[in-house]
């Protein structure tokens, strides 16, 4: 069955799909599910498409996107799409020196570490990003009533592989100049805040029904940096896509004691990882916010009923939350079984279907 070809009493357009009514609390004829990560990574059929092309030239194909955002899709049978491409993408982008390495993740070849160095981030504009407006156009178009969710990295991220140069694991430069020059770290922030929201407007005006701001590494910080030094331009992002009205998801690993401030950072819905109940982390992000999680991606590699009690778990734990999204505590890990994620979707769609 195609996206395009649902039985009679399926949604027929993305706003009443049940992910877009759990993004909104509303009552859903079964627990939407989706995963971090689910285009590209563990599949086969991705790593053909993918073959002898680089990662950050195939986010330049139209087609090509389109191809990898509906394998998922296809193959699972999960409630909602993710727009493939990278957080650095919107970089590069505007002129910056950066690479995706296989195995690595991306470089920048000149990081950002003084206020000259600033004047290298000038805003986005739609034509810096033309493929991004057209693989959304052509992929609206397949995926029918199934929701897009457009996606950028947070501005504390960002920064993160601009002041390192790359990944990190202790983000000692970044936290450097966070603290050692808090007027140039709010000024750098305050830039990727207007690229990110600039990258986010591109998505949505093109079509996507959601947005996700990936704040994957904010969790090394402490609250009181967080709410100093971060959640400003993290707001601005979430200000800046407020008036179009599509649900706004913010997501962070090991972010249990900021995700208070995440949700005040002003998204609608916030992502947790496996390291909170799903229960306690909707207590600590307050009311009027649906909760996204928080299945630990390595339970995937134990065996099926092993995966089917954690599963469990989860659900019990978000049982009577208003509005909850299945999702993996992080992103799929590569060496994923796919099959293990397609029983997945339907453990989940099986056991909430209301
Ligand atoms: O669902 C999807 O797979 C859509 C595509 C997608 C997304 C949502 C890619 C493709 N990257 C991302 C987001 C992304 N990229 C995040 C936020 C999500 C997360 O925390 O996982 C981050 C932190 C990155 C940065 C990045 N890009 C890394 C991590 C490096 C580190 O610091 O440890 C890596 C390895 C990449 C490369 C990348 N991005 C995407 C793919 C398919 C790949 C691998 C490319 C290759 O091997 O050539």
Not at 93 to 102: H, N, T, Y
Not at 214 to 242: H, I, N, T
Request: hydrophobic share 40%.
């Amino acid at each position: 069955m195609s996206a395009n070809d649902r039985p009679t009493g399926q949604p027929t357009a993305p706003h009443d799909s049940a992910f877009l009514k759990a993004c909104r609390r509303e009552p859903v004829p079964h627990t939407p599910v989706w995963f971090m990560r689910q285009a590209g990574r563990s599949l086969p059929e991705y790593r053909k498409v993918r073959e002898g092309i680089a990662m950050l030239d195939s986010c330049m194909r139209p087609e090509l996107v389109t191809e990898i955002t509906m394998q998922p899709v296809r193959r699972h049978g999960v409630d909602a799409a993710i727009y493939f491409s990278d957080i650095v993408v919107p970089l590069k982008a505007i002129g910056i020196d950066l690479d995706i390495k296989p195995g690595v993740g991306p470089v920048v070849e000149q990081p950002i570490r003084t206020r000259a160095d600033l004047a290298r981030l000038r805003d986005l504009t739609p034509e810096d990003v033309w493929y991004v407006t057209e693989a959304i156009g052509l992929l609206t178009a397949e995926l029918g009533a199934t929701p897009l969710i457009g996606f950028a990295g947070a501005p504390f991220t960002l920064a993160s592989y601009l002041v390192e140069g790359g990944p990190s694991r202790n983000h000692e430069h970044t936290k450097a100049l966070m603290y050692g020059d808090p007027e140039l770290w709010a000024d750098l922030l305050d830039r990727l805040a207007d690229i990110t929201a600039g990258f986010l407007k591109v998505q949505i005006e093109a079509g996507a029904s959601a947005v996700q701001l990936f704040d994957s590494w904010v969790g090394a910080l402490a609250p009181a940096d967080y709410r100093r030094s971060v959640m400003p331009a993290s707001r601005k992002v979430f200000e800046a896509v407020a008036g179009y009205g599509v649900p706004r998801i913010h997501f962070g690993v090991g972010t249990g004691e900021l995700l208070g401030l995440m949700g005040e950072a002003g998204a609608d819905v916030v992502g947790a990882d496996w390291r909170i109940p799903l229960d306690e982390a909707s207590r600590r992000i307050g009311p009027g916010k649906a909760v996204q999680g928080n299945l630990d991606p390595a339970v995937l590699f134990a065996p099926t009923e092993a995966v089917r009690a954690k599963t469990g778990e989860v659900l019990q734990a978000a049982e009577g939350l208003e509005g909850h999204i299945f999702n993996l505590g992080h992103g799929v890990l590569p060496d994923t079984d796919p099959d293990a994620l397609t029983r997945l979707v339907e453990d989940v769609h099986t056991r909430t279907a209301r």
